[in-house]
């Protein structure tokens, strides 16, 4: 009985034990299953949903530029791309940024950060206007720096490029620099710049001419504002030859050509003083264009006030235009000159008026207005009233030299100084155009120095066989025509 009751103890305790086993087994949750693979809400998930296992983040975004991910709204610091440090918009998402600006701490027309040429480094820069040449009435174009020009290393290149500077406040142009080929060349036909009014410009004197600083026929720029300047007719044709010369080597060779003008303003003058010109041939270094010139904005025969851009006629060129000079300041009322007398230079400026017509009429006009006019007595222009002029044709202007076969010998004047000096030296020395003197001398002069040469007819075809029968014909003035 001992034996039994201490199996059945055993026994209760072990199915007590079993029960209490279970009990706890019931109240605990099921373990997860993740055999067939974890659960994420998305990649920026970190955890898994059933068994929170953890998982390496992966935010998806549009771009680099893209700040929020697409998948679970989480920021970040963006990464634009700019490619230099002087860029102001990202090259993805145009995000415009503040630089600074450029920096050319050695001044050297480039920019220290991306190397772009600034394009600060002009002849202007290195010129006072002193040091540049002074018009001397005859060379408009004078050569600079030995007719090297003043690029810098940096500043010159082989791709094409074209830059206009900005106008100033006084609206007038800055430097035109390019690099030209035949890609600048212009393929349509040129237009109209009547529109643009560049500073200086006037209409009276004509004298003017809006003057590109990078010609149309390198550039193909038409009514540019920045690329024209008020030009004389002196300025612009020198410009031309010289573009000329730079266009013909673009044709021919083929290369590029670094070119800049440079306006050079004194003060505040609207009118330039002149300009700058420079070019230099890229591929061979200079060996087919290389020129630095200042050619002067002048005209012949006027006075420019480079302020506003007015002119006036210079009184040199005023007595060639008239006929007579009036000193309004002389003693006893104006006295009348022609405009060659000697005593005319002695004339103040503001005391001259100038007159053409008759000397008569001259008298008449200042009698009318109450005043006493009288003439010089020593051009005496009562006496020279009316000119005489006439034309001797070129191939008359000298006599031909005998041929010593001809047995008809054409009338030759003396061996004389004094019709040598008129008849025997080439058109050169004798006045082509016409010879001006005064009716009170023609008569003389006609008949001491023309009229015996003229006496029996003098030919000119001296290659022909005489004709007995037959005279040639023979030149006679219109003032010896019968």
């Not at 010159?156 to 690099?179: F, K, M, N, Q």
């Not at 020198?238 to 013909?248: F, G, P, R």
């Not at 005319?344 to 009698?367: C, L, M, P, R, W």
Request: hydrophobic fraction near 30%.
């Amino acid at each position: 009985m001992k034996a039994f009751s201490k199996i059945f103890l055993l026994l209760t305790i072990l199915s007590l034990a079993l029960t209490l086993a279970g009990c706890r087994r019931d109240n605990q949750p099921d373990t997860p299953d993740c055999s067939a693979g974890h659960t994420y809400d998305s990649s920026c998930d970190p955890e898994c949903n059933i068994c929170g296992e953890p998982q390496d983040t992966h935010h998806e975004y549009t771009d680099e530029c893209d700040a929020i991910c697409n998948n679970c709204n989480a920021e970040r610091t963006p990464t634009h791309k700019y490619d230099t440090p002087c860029d102001t918009e990202c090259k993805l998402c145009g995000e415009p940024r503040d630089v600074g600006g450029h920096s050319d701490t050695d001044n050297d027309g480039m920019c220290d950060l991306c190397d772009e040429v600034l394009f600060i480094v002009t002849p202007a820069d290195k010129f006072d206007l002193p040091e540049l040449p002074v018009y001397n009435g005859t060379d408009a174009c004078v050569s600079l720096n030995g007719g090297k020009p003043f690029f810098l290393k940096s500043q010159i290149t082989a791709d094409s490029y074209e830059y206009y500077s900005p106008l100033d406040s006084l609206g007038r142009c800055g430097v035109a620099v390019g690099c030209l080929g035949s890609d600048t060349l212009p393929t349509d036909s040129r237009g109209s710049v009547s529109s643009v009014t560049p500073s200086g410009w006037q209409t009276s004197p004509p004298i003017y001419e809006r003057s590109h600083l990078i010609a149309w026929s390198l550039s193909g720029e038409n009514a540019n504002r920045q690329n024209l300047i008020t030009g004389t007719y002196i300025l612009n044709g020198v410009m031309q030859e010289l573009e000329d010369e730079v266009l013909q080597y673009i044709k021919r060779a083929g290369n590029h050509v670094m070119y800049r003008v440079t306006p050079v303003f004194e003060g505040d003058n609207l009118l330039a003083s002149g300009i700058i010109l420079e070019a230099y041939s890229v591929e061979d270094e200079g060996a087919g264009v290389q020129k630095c010139v200042f050619i002067h904005n002048v005209q012949t025969d006027y006075v420019i006030d480079y302020a506003t851009g007015n002119a006036e006629m210079s009184p040199d060129a005023l007595i060639k235009q008239y006929k007579y000079v009036v000193n309004l300041n002389s003693k006893g009322g104006p006295k009348i000159h022609l405009a060659t007398c000697r005593s005319v230079s002695d004339i103040k400026e503001s005391n001259k008026a100038y007159h053409n017509g008759t000397a008569q009429e001259v008298f008449d006009y200042y009698t009318a207005q109450g005043k006493t006019p009288s003439y010089c007595g020593s051009c005496k222009p009562q006496n020279a009233a009316r000119q005489v002029l006439f034309t001797i044709p070129e191939k008359q202007m000298y006599l031909p030299k005998p041929r010593k076969s001809a047995r008809h010998k054409p009338f030759a004047p003396k061996k004389s100084a004094k019709r040598r000096r008129y008849f025997n030296t080439p058109p050169t020395v004798f006045p082509k155009t016409a010879i001006s003197f005064y009716q009170n001398g023609a008569e003389a002069f006609i008949k001491k120095r023309i009229r015996p040469l003229l006496k029996n007819g003098v030919g000119f075809n001296q290659s022909a066989k005489p004709n007995t029968k037959k005279r040639t014909e023979f030149f006679r003035p219109f003032f010896l025509a019968p």
